[in-house]
């Protein structure tokens, strides 16, 4: 079946990266891998995305 929704035009989608370098990235290297795995299940992420996922549930704390 064929999307017949209008498209925006002049708006361009960020490009995700791949989970798998994200994770193996200096910038998340403090987390453990297999966290962030689970935290980041798709296999792509902005950058500002990733950053969103990563700091709402370690900024979450112990209960």
């Given at each position: ?5 209008p ?32 935290l ?11 950053d ?12």
């Open positions: 079946m064929k999307d017949n929704k498209k925006e035009v002049g708006v361009k989608e960020k490009p995700g990266i791949p989970t798998a370098t994200l994770i193996n990235s200096k910038k998340y290297k403090q987390y453990s891998k297999d966290f962030l795995r689970a980041l299940p798709k296999p792509s992420y902005t950058i500002e995305d990733a969103k996922i990563v700091q709402e549930y370690f900024s979450k704390g112990v209960k």
